[in-house]
T-cell receptor
Framework: NAGVTQTPKFRVLKTGQSMTLLCAQD?????MYWYRQDPGMGLRLIHY???????AKGEVPDGYNVSRLKKQNFLLGLESAAPSQTSVYFC?????????????FGSGTRLTVV | GQSLEQPSEVTAVEGAIVQINCTYQTSGFYGLSWYQQHDGGAPTFLSY????GLEETGRFSSFLSRSDSYGYLLLQELQMKDSASYFC???????????FGKGTTLSVSS
């Protein structure tokens, strides 16, 4: 029972490079989310999806794009990485969006942009 | 929009009881959730309050007062393994995603 799997777990990018973070869930959850976590800032919502083929902006969407082509996968893209995007990125999924219960998080991707 | 306020740090000793408060501002309230995160790990769901009152799950309890826009997480019989960050969260105005507070770091000492 894998739950939510994020790849890669660690990555170092140079400024201006691009990359895609992959999130996969095997729980048949409808809703998926991308958060970033910085020291003292908690978890901030980047983008989310309420179902296959849908995406929506969260609190801090600038500099990121997302796609949800398949229900089980949610991709987060950085087109031109900046040092300000150095962070830990968490993906989460849930079957219930309007109660905040039972979000399942992945183990995170630690990204450093130099 | 939404905003949540919780203390940044709390310290306690093993066996003690600690309360982590959370006040929130939101339009379209769907309930208050609590998540735990150990250092370097993934956040995990602890509890949810949709209605006023106390919810108990083992050593952990969570309380909600919708009229005061206030809730708390109560941890009893503290153990060293309870040292972690605790986040309160509310659902966004659209009812589609959780918005988290900045977190409270709990340090339990022997």
């Amino acid at each position: 029972n894998a739950g939510v799997t994020q790849t890669p777990k660690f990555r170092v990018l140079k400024t201006g490079q691009s990359m895609t973070l992959l999130c996969a869930q095997d729980m048949n959850h409808e809703y998926m989310y991308w958060y970033r976590q910085d020291p003292g800032m908690g978890l901030r919502l980047i983008h989310y999806s309420v179902g296959e083929g849908t995406t929506a902006k969260g609190e801090v969407p600038d500099g990121y794009n997302v796609s949800r082509l398949k229900k089980q996968n949610f991709l987060l893209g950085l087109e031109s990485a900046a040092p300000s995007q150095t962070s830990v990125y968490f993906c989460a999924s849930s079957s219930d969006a309007d109660r905040g219960q039972g979000y399942t998080f992945g183990s995170g991707t630690r990204l450093t942009v130099v | 929009g939404q905003s949540l306020e919780q203390p940044s740090e709390v310290t306690a000793v093993e066996g003690a009881i600690v309360q982590i408060n959370c006040t929130y501002q939101t339009s379209g309230f769907y309930g208050l959730s609590w998540y735990q995160q150990h250092d370097g790990g993934a956040p995990t769901f602890l509890s949810y309050n949709g209605l006023d009152g106390l919810e108990e799950t083992g050593r952990f309890s969570s309380f909600l007062s919708r009229s005061d826009s206030y809730g708390y997480l109560l941890l009893q019989e503290l153990q060293m393994k309870d040292s972690a960050s605790y986040f309160c969260a509310v659902v966004n105005q659209a009812g589609t995603a959780l918005i988290f507070g900045k977190g409270t770091t709990l340090s339990v000492s022997s």
